[in-house]
């Protein structure tokens, strides 16, 4: 069955533009994280939707990160003015989410490379 | 705030051998544990979980076990192929929530 999907796989933009990254989650999961990897370090959560709940920004790094999400399908995470230090892979993962059973495990996208000059 | 921490950060071993992948977290009222696999330029694949209620899972030659009292999970390898290759990363959450991950241990099993 189809797994998560996102794209583009790489992005190489400019400092000072911005860029938007999209995630398909798995089809029936009400749960859609974003996470960030950099290079040389571990996963940082970004930002979690789980149904019609208002999201868990927590862990966005700045005004400049925002994300939305279409009922319980496509996620667009978007970068604003983006600098240098965004340079990173993006990885969306879905779940099916509370309530179900093994609703908690996370399945994961294969990420979108973003490289900013 | 919740750390997971992955002993060693790297492991070379030669082909055949059983081997085991360490994770410890900070704080104990965990809700499930992840482990994942990374492949150089790719992203995760969920490799086993351990709900909170659990004390280990198996799936072919690999086992994972869960010591929510000692704060510590274990990855174990059996008979390690040159394809076992990859990061492995240990991930935690108190619920229903995002997880928090390890930095990974960097396997390499020599052929």
């Known amino acids: 069955g189809a797994g998560v999907s996102q794209s583009p796989s790489n992005k190489v933009t400019e400092k000072g533009k911005d860029v938007e990254l999209r995630c398909d989650p798995i089809?029936?999961?009400?749960?859609l994280y974003w996470y960030r990897q950099r290079l040389g370090q571990g996963l940082e959560f970004l930002i979690y939707f789980q149904g019609n709940s208002a999201p868990d920004k927590s862990g966005l790094p700045s005004d400049r990160f925002s994300a939305e999400r279409t009922g319980e399908s496509v996620s667009t995470l978007t970068i604003q003015r983006t600098q240098q230090e965004d340079s990173a892979v993006y990885l969306c993962a879905s779940s099916l989410g509370l309530g179900q059973p093994g609703g908690n495990e996370q399945f994961f996208g294969p990420g979108t490379r973003l490289t900013v000059l | 705030k919740q750390e997971v921490t992955q002993i060693p950060a790297a492991l070379s071993v030669p082909e055949g051998e059983n081997l085991v992948l360490n994770c410890s977290f900070t704080d104990s009222a965990i809700y499930n544990l992840q482990w994942f696999r990374q492949d150089p330029g790719k992203g995760l694949t969920s490799l086993l979980l351990?709900?909170?209620?659990?004390r280990e899972q198996t799936s072919g030659r690999l086992n994972a076990s869960l010591d929510k009292s000692s704060g510590r999970s274990t990855l174990y390898i059996a008979a390690s192929q040159p394809g076992d290759s990859a990061t492995y990363l240990c991930a935690q959450s108190p619920g229903n929530t995002p997880l928090v991950f390890g930095k990974g241990t960097r396997l390499s099993v020599i052929a």
């Open positions: 351990i709900q909170s209620s659990q």
């Open positions: 089809s029936g999961h009400t749960a």
